[in-house]
């Protein structure tokens, strides 16, 4: 049995077009939400007496891990809606392809993290498929 060495080299960022928007959205909501952490911390000290009123820094500090996964949480579904919508599109139209309907070309939305050569490989597939069982 083959096996591949632990430190095995590895091509991280394969797709361009689909990596670097997760991996900007990814790096701007963290650092969004440090920087968010960052002022309400930083200037919360003035207006509050935190040593005075513990209950007041645990309401306040929860409030703002709230806010900050609030962000974070609907950030995830925006890109997750991105890479799931078109797969589920495909499926949706692979499955009435085998249902013997003919569905026309895939289409994906201009903003979907979906390889629109991929789209346009699939239509084309699809199209000989036809033609050759015509």
Avoid: W
């Amino acid at each position: 049995m083959n096996k591949r060495p632990i430190f095995h080299k590895r091509q991280l960022l394969i797709d361009r077009n689909i990596q670097m928007p997760l991996l900007a959205y990814s790096i701007g909501m963290a650092t969004l939400g440090m920087a968010i952490a960052i002022v309400f911390f930083t200037y919360s000290f003035h207006f509050v007496n935190f040593q005075a009123n513990y209950m007041m820094a645990v309401v306040f500090t929860l409030g703002c891990a709230i806010f900050c996964y609030s962000l974070i949480i609907v950030a995830a579904l925006y890109i997750s809606n991105k890479i799931a919508g078109p797969i589920y599109r495909l499926h949706k139209h692979m499955s009435e392809l085998y249902e013997g309907k003919d569905p026309g070309p895939l289409k994906t939305r201009e903003d979907d993290y979906f390889s629109q050569e991929l789209v346009d490989k699939y239509n084309q597939l699809i199209q000989k498929f036809h033609k050759d069982n015509s």
